[in-house]
């Protein structure tokens, strides 16, 4: 795979982008039609998000179609690969700090999060992933005092 | 002289050991965070608001305070030095910044940058204290017809900040109001867009949210490019301007200083707009124009003044009408609000101290960052030439032991991936995040002012026109609206955004 080059694809924005809120609005406005509705005078609590979803979606639809004879930009967008790393690397911690502790979990989320640097060597992954497990263990645990098990149950015997 | 005495006031609770010890540290890290590049303010404070949690509430403001400052500081450095500017109010500065710098006067673009802020935020901090008063009596009177006009004023105009379509900058508002609304209901407690899940009653993780749409998204967006390109770092000889450069700057520095604190307090005005304003004025009044874009002083020392006078102002809505004019100010409502402290115009007199002393920290921060900042610019310039291949990770990891830790819960780790995603997108498809914040701080007040004054009413929308104020403040915003789809002003707009 080519990693020098950014990678690009064509995309219409403003249809992109009004379809986007459009969806937001109907999800939104579905939900909110469960709550109360009350009246103008004795608003209950799905009033307010119904009418501010009506708002959203009418301007979805309009960016949309403002925009549907616009021709297609070319965008510069990441790489699948590091999206994925990069927004999979807060869960990672998240699921990790509690079975495996503060240093484990802070190695494997470091690891994983430069995976999305094309061409960072593992040695230089490594080196990175133990260095912010010290780090942060010196800050977070020990300068801040941050109560998290520095090894998990898992780890424990 | 009840002036004095207020700042009195906020001289004592600011010059403790404690609060000054935070305020410089907020400084630093301020700085080492804002130096990064591609790292902007707010997506600095967002970063490091939760180390802030643990401190009372004056301190930590103070602290956060200094992490504005010195977040201001490190972006102009970061353009200055190597053409990266972090946020829109330091584009301008690297115009002319980067080409001194390429000429070896790297040094003396960073002391007039330095020294305008230090000038500029000591008159704008007499502005605020001069000002807030009057202006939070007054708006102790609105009632929550006046109140919605104020904030449907205050988001219609956060879309100046927005470079775009006005429509999507709309839309971004909406849907931040709506995210807004997560959690229990105000009036019957029940809950809304929670999925059933207990920790989303109190409303989606505001640092878990400005997180993902800053910090995150910007990550992405770095890594667009392969990120273990080595960024040039023109290295500063000699740190003191000669006296014909600091001759040239008064001027430019001292009518920064007026632009900036007057855009500063106007809704959507803040940092940004105030420093393209003064490369502007700076350029028109010049005696040789030509040198604007070459390295002219005067295109460095006038917006940095002004981007300083505007950030010290746009304190002023925020801390008297609870009104943010930026997504700065926003961050700082949300940290109040997570402190327990209800912004609005009573702050001043239920939390005195708190109030001045913020406003002493302010001049007390411009200080630390023109007697610290300066000497230690050699290390922010060792910091500069780190490869972002070591800088990204640890941002996430910072970010997510921080958030992780304010209410030891994963699921706001989720929230972060989650609106790093959203925001991402949505930046991609030329939708700013500001507006998107400012909806989703301002939501639920929207909603209370609105469903109290209707209720007064008796389902009469005509309210919100009855009291002068109010219709006023609807009129301006129709206007302004009006405005900013004419074409006219649009192509303006456009212009001054791509300069």
């Known amino acids: 795979m080519d990693t020098q080059n950014p990678l690009t694809i064509p995309v219409n924005k403003d249809v992109v982008a009004g379809a986007i809120f459009l969806a937001f609005a109907i999800g939104f406005g579905l939900v909110s039609t469960a709550y109360p509705m009350g009246s103008a005078a004795q608003m209950g609590p799905g009033y307010y998000p119904l009418l501010l979803s009506g708002v959203l979606g009418l301007l979805g639809l309009f960016i949309a179609f403002a925009g549907w004879r616009k021709p297609a930009a070319q965008m510069v967008v990441v790489r699948p690969v590091a999206l994925l790393c990069v927004l999979a690397a807060p869960l990672l911690f998240a699921l990790t700090l509690r079975p495996l502790g503060f240093v484990a979990a802070v190695i494997l989320t470091s690891l994983l999060a430069t995976v999305a640097a094309p061409r960072m060597s593992w040695i230089a992954r490594i080196l990175t992933a133990l260095g912010l497990a010290l780090g942060c263990t010196a800050i977070f645990i020990w300068a801040l005092g941050i109560p998290l098990p520095l090894l998990g149950s898992m780890l424990r015997f | 002289m009840e002036l004095l005495d207020n700042v009195l006031l906020g001289l004592e609770t600011a010059m403790t050991l404690q609060n000054l010890f935070y305020c410089l540290v907020g400084c630093l890290l301020g700085t080492l965070i804002g130096v990064l590049p591609g790292v902007g303010p707010t997506t600095t404070i967002a970063l490091l608001l ?4 643990g401190l009372d509430p004056s301190t930590s403001l103070i602290m956060l305070a200094g992490i504005y400052y010195g977040a201001q500081y490190g972006g102009s450095t970061t353009a200055i030095l190597v053409n990266l500017p972090g946020e829109a109010s330091s584009a301008v500065t690297a115009i002319d910044g980067y080409k001194m710098a390429q000429k070896g006067k790297a040094g003396s673009a960073l002391a007039i940058a330095a020294i305008g802020s230090f000038i500029a935020g000591t008159i704008a901090t007499v502005v605020v204290v001069v000002f807030s008063p009057p202006l939070s009596e007054l708006a102790l009177r609105f009632g929550p017809p006046e109140y919605f006009s104020l904030i449907v004023l205050g988001l219609i105009l956060s879309v100046t900040l927005a470079n775009g379509s006005v429509l999507k900058a709309l839309a971004m508002i909406i849907l931040g109001l709506l995210f807004g609304l997560v959690g229990a209901d105000i009036y019957t407690g029940i809950p809304r867009f929670t999925f059933g899940e207990p920790s989303l009653m109190d409303g989606i993780n505001f640092v878990a ?70 490369y502007t004025l700076e350029k028109k009044l010049s005696k040789h124009p030509e040198e604007f874009g070459e390295g002219a002083i005067e295109g460095v020392a006038g917006p940095e003044s002004a981007n300083n006078a505007g950030a010290q102002t746009s304190f002023i809505p925020m801390l008297t009408l609870g009104i943010p004019g930026n997504g700065v100010m926003a961050i700082m409502i949300g940290a109040l609000m997570i402190q327990g402290i209800q912004p609005g115009p009573s702050v001043m007199t239920t939390n005195p101290a708190l109030f001045w002393g913020l406003i002493a920290s302010m001049w007390i921060g411009n200080v630390m960052l023109l007697l610290l900042n300066l000497p230690l610019v050699g290390i922010w ?29 994963g699921l706001d780790l989720g929230l972060v991936a989650m609106f790093g995603l959203l925001g991402y997108v949505l930046i991609k498809l030329d939708c700013e995040p500001a507006p998107f914040l400012m909806g989703f701080i301002l939501g639920p007040l929207l909603e209370e002012n609105l469903r109290r004054a209707m209720m007064f009413s008796r389902g009469n929308p005509a309210t919100f026109f009855a009291s002068p104020l109010s219709a006023g403040l609807l009129a301006v915003a129709a206007i302004a609206l009006i405005l900013m789809i004419l074409p006219a002003v649009r192509n303006q707009r456009q212009k001054v955004f791509t300069e």
């Not at chain 2, 939760?50 to 949690?53: A, E, G, L, M």
């Not at chain 2, 770095?222 to 700057?249: A, C, F, H, I």
């Not at chain 2, 310039?381 to 819960?409: E, H």
């Open chain 2, 50 to 53: 939760p180390i802030t949690f």
């Open chain 2, 209 to 278: 949210f400005a997180t993902g749409l800053y910090g995150i998204s910007e990550i992405l967006s770095n890594l667009e490019q392969d990120p273990s390109r080595k960024s040039k770092v023109s290295k500063p000889k000699g740190l003191l301007p000669t006296w014909p450069e600091m001759k040239r700057s008064i001027g430019p520095i001292l009518r920064g200083t007026g632009l900036g604190s007057v855009m500063g307090v106007l809704p959507g005005g803040g940092a940004t707009l105030s420093s393209f304003a003064a």
């Open chain 2, 381 to 409: 310039v060792k910091l500069l030439s780190t490869p972002y291949n070591f800088m990204f990770p640890a941002i996430i990891l910072f970010s997510a032991i921080g958030i992780f830790s304010t209410n030891m819960n």
